[in-house]
């Protein structure tokens, strides 16, 4: 079935400083990938759509040089947390997708824990 | 705007009980719909997906949910509630047509008594 690998599963970093997550789709190839934000205890908030190749499409009140998302290929993308805050504390889940109506649909990764001190 | 409702934010249901979580969504076309399943500080698992043809759609670990386009529901059922099922559950609505994002409703924190 399709995976998606997502790393690391935690990261604490000291304010100011920038942190890098990856996404992997291990066995298809993603032509979207998806970025979400999870506060503790609430839904999932989708902070931006990437696609294969082309910039990313962020939300309405997402901070696109804060959150720099990159998909440099059909298998990995990456969203870099910039000058990251306290407040950027949240667990981050990526998703990818090949086609919403094929059997993958939307297989998400594992999640990571960023913790800003 | 799309939009998806878990109108129950918490159920507590006894282990071997049925358990019946409700959505519903906002949607003006055909909508795509999902429900996942969350343990803590992990990502997301797909139970089950409905897109079209049949209303009634069967998932993994015994789930199953029915699409009702009269009342704009796709709620989520299982017979018999295992003490492992204890978890978060996702309803969200895709967009139709090229990869479209999903929208999540708001979660069901499910407990189950021994």
């Known amino acids: 079935g399709a995976v998606v690998s997502q790393h690391p599963s935690w990261v604490i970093c000291k304010s100011g400083t920038s942190v890098k997550i990856e996404c992997r789709s291990l066995?298809?190839?993603?032509?979207?990938m998806f970025w979400y934000r999870q506060f503790p205890k609430q839904s999932l908030m989708l902070m931006a759509t990437?696609?294969?190749?082309?910039?990313?499409?962020?939300e309405q009140g997402v901070e696109k040089d804060k959150f720099l998302i990159n998909h440099a290929s059909l298998t990995l993308s990456t969203l870099t947390v910039t000058s990251a805050h306290p407040e950027d504390s949240s667990f981050y889940i990526c998703s990818a997708s090949n086609s919403l109506s094929s059997n993958y649909g939307y297989t998400f990764g594992s999640g990571t824990r960023l913790t800003v001190v | 705007a799309q939009s998806v409702t878990q109108p129950d934010i918490h159920i507590t249901v006894s282990e071997g009980a049925s358990l019946e979580l409700r959505c519903n969504y906002s949607?003006?076309?055909?909508?795509?719909l999902f429900w996942y399943v969350q343990s803590p500080g992990q990502g997301l698992q797909l139970l089950l997906k409905y897109f079209s043809g049949d209303t009634l759609v069967q998932g993994i670990k015994g789930f199953e949910a029915e699409f009702k386009r009269s009342q704009s529901s796709f709620n989520l059922r299982k017979p018999s509630v295992h003490w492992s099922d204890a978890a978060e559950y996702f309803c969200a609505v895709g967009q139709s047509g090229n990869t479209g994002k999903l929208i999540f409703g708001q979660g069901t924190t499910l407990q189950v008594k021994p």
């Open positions: 066995d298809f190839q993603a032509t979207t």
């Open positions: 949607y003006g076309a055909t909508p795509y």
């Open positions: 990437s696609n294969e190749g082309s910039k990313a499409t962020y």
